[in-house]
């Protein structure tokens, strides 16, 4: 039983690392491409070490190194994505999304 | 079982290497290599956290646990440079 729940996470957590780099890869402009990495990969490489930590922890002790892995992840991914965010629009990249229009000011 | 889903794993974690480099050479604007370093550095964690499960040795643990600090910091420290032309002000 375990074992088919470690090879699931295994293979989900593979398998969502391929589809954020596909993204990385294959998406057409900055903004679009910053999806993939930021929310697909850091799934995956979730899944991966959440497999880890249960694999680890079938003997006698359990084992949180990985926990403390993927939580330093996901507190450090969004703020990574923020800051290129702000860096591609510093330097005003291209962007297939249509300008917004002027506020009017009343 | 788990072997095969290991073997499937490293080879998409391999193809996810290759795209995130192929990014990394190619991208065209200094934040497009920046993202690919990024995501080349996750995919690195998730290859060796896949190796320790293999050889069933939790010795990566560290190394995987510095790989994403120091990808952390640099990630933070290129992108500060293109925002403010200087990193530490």
């Known amino acids: 039983m375990l074992e088919y729940l470690l090879a699931f996470l295994i293979i989900a957590g593979g398998a969502f690392t391929f ?20 929310k697909a990969t850091t799934l995956g490489v979730g899944c991966v070490l959440i497999a880890s930590a249960v694999y680890f922890s079938r003997g006698e002790a359990a084992s949180f190194h990985e926990i403390l892995i993927t939580l330093f992840l ?27 229009e002027p506020r009017e000011r009343d | 079982m788990i072997d095969t889903a290991l073997t499937i794993a490293f080879t998409l974690v391999g193809l996810a290497v290759a795209l995130s480099f192929w990014r990394l050479l190619r991208g065209p604007d200094a934040p ?41 910091v640099g990630t933070v420290a290129l992108c500060k440079y293109l925002l403010r032309g200087d990193i530490i002000e």
């Open chain 1, 19 to 38: 589809i954020g780099s596909l993204g990385l890869a294959r998406l057409r402009d900055f903004y679009s491409r910053l999806h993939g990495p930021t």
């Open chain 1, 74 to 100: 996901f507190i450090t991914a969004p703020v990574s994505a923020h800051l290129m965010a702000k860096a591609a629009l510093h330097l005003k990249l291209a962007s297939l999304a249509e300008r917004p």
């Open chain 2, 32 to 72: 497009d290599r920046i993202l690919a370093l990024d995501t080349l550095y996750v995919n690195t964690i998730a290859l060796l956290v896949l190796f320790g499960i293999q050889i069933d040795s939790n010795l990566y643990f560290e190394a995987a646990l510095l790989i994403a600090l120091m990808g952390f």
